[in-house]
């Protein structure tokens, strides 16, 4: 990539499907992007959001069931998407779409139970979490507790069956390692091998993404309770600080090892919390809002996924209202 000072970005507003709001979540090589937005049925008091796919300027509806909640997180370079759809009656439920058509990945014993999807490879493996009584038999009867999980061709297995210790599996890259969060923390699963990511620095956190190269980011607790965003490669984690803030948030890394996340910003006591998504490559943190074109009136709040042209699934506010927007680079 070059300079990322000496690049400019372009904002596409994605729109929304009928209401005002829509969030940004995955991105793939083509440049479609997949989020939740709100449908025209959703009010001042209840907010009504459904998964979505973005391609070419069309923004096209994805809940298969008209449900309160649904959202799509991820989807693949074939165009393989999967998310969540929560119903009243059946609960959260884990969902893939592939040609647009919605499968829903509870089968069995996991249908009992809430369980989501939050990732997919370019060989349409899955990782998401399913719910299940909880291992402790005292607190069976009141708790439920979260499990990482992996479909392949429809087919959900736990990524940790003996000791239930990893919770929620949030990527996948090509060569099915696995990363997410622990009962003790990030993690990267590697074939059955378990790693813990933390240094001495770092108390708590989560793995949120994978290239294929096994670079690694996500946040990471400090030892003074500050959340920053991290970058890990073959042993060696590096803080990526923050935009001035407390805390910080790395969403995603491409192939080229660009990542993209949020971060606080400075703020005075009694403002209102605010946050900016935020680029970073090679020890460079840069605001994004401080690289859209002249004349864009969006704050970029969050940056939630990068494909290998550089184009970011981001998630931006204007007069108010939150949207979906893809932010092109303009070299």
Not at 104 to 130: H, Y
């Amino acid at each position: 990539m070059t300079d990322l000072l000496k690049t400019r970005y372009s904002a596409i507003d994605i729109g929304a499907l009928g209401g005002n709001e829509s969030s940004g979540g995955g991105i793939n090589v083509h440049g479609h992007v997949v989020g939740g937005a709100e449908v025209s049925r959703s009010t001042a008091d209840c907010h009504v959001q459904h998964a979505f796919i973005w391609i070419d300027g069309r923004i096209t509806d994805l809940d298969p069931c008209d449900s309160s909640q649904s959202v799509a997180h991820a989807l693949n370079n074939k165009g393989a998407i999967v998310g969540i759809v929560d119903t009243p009656t059946a609960g959260r439920r884990a969902y893939a779409w592939k040609e647009l058509e919605p499968v829903t990945l509870c089968q069995c014993e996991e249908s009992r139970f809430n369980c989501s999807a939050f990732s997919i490879n370019d060989k349409d493996q899955i990782v998401g979490m399913v719910d299940r009584p909880h291992s402790n038999p005292v607190l069976r009867r009141q708790m439920f507790q979260a499990h990482a999980a992996f479909w392949q061709a429809g087919e959900a297995k736990l990524l940790d069956p003996e000791t239930y210790s990893l919770w929620f599996a949030k990527d996948i890259n090509n060569r099915r390692q696995v990363v997410g969060r622990s009962r003790t923390g990030a993690f990267l699963w590697d074939g059955g091998v378990i790693t813990d990511l933390y240094l001495s620095s770092r108390l708590y956190g989560e793995a949120m993404a994978i290239n294929d190269r096994g670079e690694i980011v996500g946040w990471g607790e400090k030892s003074n309770g500050h959340e920053h965003a991290f970058h890990w490669s073959q042993g060696k984690i590096t803080d990526l600080g923050t935009l001035g803030g407390r805390d910080s948030l790395a969403c995603d890394i491409n192939e080229s090892g660009v990542v993209v996340g949020q971060s606080d910003i400075p703020q005075e006591e009694g403002d209102p919390y605010i946050t900016h998504g935020f680029i970073w490559h090679k020890g460079i943190l840069v605001d994004l809002n401080n690289l859209l074109l002249s004349g864009a009136d969006w704050i970029i709040e969050r940056a939630s996924a990068i494909n290998e042209k550089g184009q970011i699934a981001a998630t931006g506010i204007r007069d108010g209202i939150h949207r979906a927007l893809r932010l092109d680079p303009v070299e």
